[in-house]
């Protein structure tokens, strides 16, 4: 049952008209109602494509949060063949929010860590909502490590509202774990792809995707905070949260024409969560372009160009 969000009510009246007739059809009314279904099929169909045309970043927001958008887990069960998780920090405890480890995608061994954020009540307090602590961090750089050693490519999927604030994650090292991951992104020997999926926000989402390829979906968010963060610093209220999603740039087409990202994956018509598998065989599409793109370049040479496209953000040319 799709789950409607707030500036989807229109759609979902129409939709549900349509529901409702296809369920007395089904009970055997007598009345011919295939054109009446037509007839509303085709006008949802137009509204969701004129809604979806004209999102705001805020809207956006919304869709990329969407709870029934694909998650971390639904991407390995559809791209990654023989998935093994590898668990722990090797110094504290094992981090639910991040997982990762080796598998093969499309016949190429890889590295694959992401955010999860589950998909019931249950998951998501098992996986914090994909707010990682320091030892998911620590993770992600034992597995990198690892897959330098072993020469595997590093493919990393971020989803996450940002690493968890509070005073445990505080007390074990957040801000340095958060930096050491970062820092151990930009030194890489192997090509590291970094796709945004959903939500990329603050510096747990740029801890795993300082890639030499950022790839984002249509409607995901990338931002160095959350929208309502920003409203509640700038305006000492969430309730600015919509001017603060429009004022950070954090849509994927926005980035994309800052030189942030590099390039977009569209999504089905009204999100990913309407098209699941085609949006994950898309992005699986993507990632195995930039992988090609990357196959075969020196260590030395991937770290130099990594460092030199994060280095040139925000540079302003002389005249």
Sequence with gaps: MTTYLDFEKPIAELEGKVEEL?????????????????????KAAQLLKDTYAKLTPWQKTQVARHPQRPHFSDYINTLI??????????????????????????????????HEKGNDTKSRIKHNFGMAM??????????????????????????????????SAEERGQAEAIARSTERCLT???????VIIGEGMSGGAIAIAAGDRVIMLEHAIYSVITPE???????????????????????????????????????????????????????????DVALAELDGIPAEDL?????????????????
């Design 229 to 287: 963060g920003c409203s509640s610093i700038l305006w000492r209220s969430a309730e600015k949260a919509q001017d603060a999603a429009a004022a950070l740039k954090i849509t994927a087409q926005d980035l994309l024409s800052l030189r942030v990202i590099d390039s977009i994956v569209p999504e089905p018509l009204g999100g990913a969560h309407r098209g699941p598998q085609r949006v994950m065989s898309d992005a699986g599409d993507a990632i």
């Design 81 to 114: 063949q023989d998935f093994t998780p590898l668990a722990g920090d090797r110094a504290y405890a094992d981090d639910k929010a991040i997982i990762g480890g080796p598998g093969s995608f499309r016949g190429r061994p890889v590295m694959v860590i992401g």
């Design 22 to 42: 296809r369920r007395l059809a089904a009970q055997g009314d007598a009345v011919n109602i295939d054109d009446e279904v037509t007839k509303l099929e085709t």
């Design 303 to 319: 770290r130099r160009a990594r460092r030199e496209k994060f280095l040139s953000m925000g540079r302003v040319g002389v005249a």
């Design 188 to 194: 890489l020997g192997v090509p590291l792809i970094s």
């Design 134 to 167: 320091p030892d998911g961090y620590r993770k992600a750089v034992r597995l990198m490590t690892m897959a330098e050693k072993f020469g595997l490519p590093v493919v990393t999927l971020v989803d996450s509202a940002g690493a968890y604030p509070g005073v």
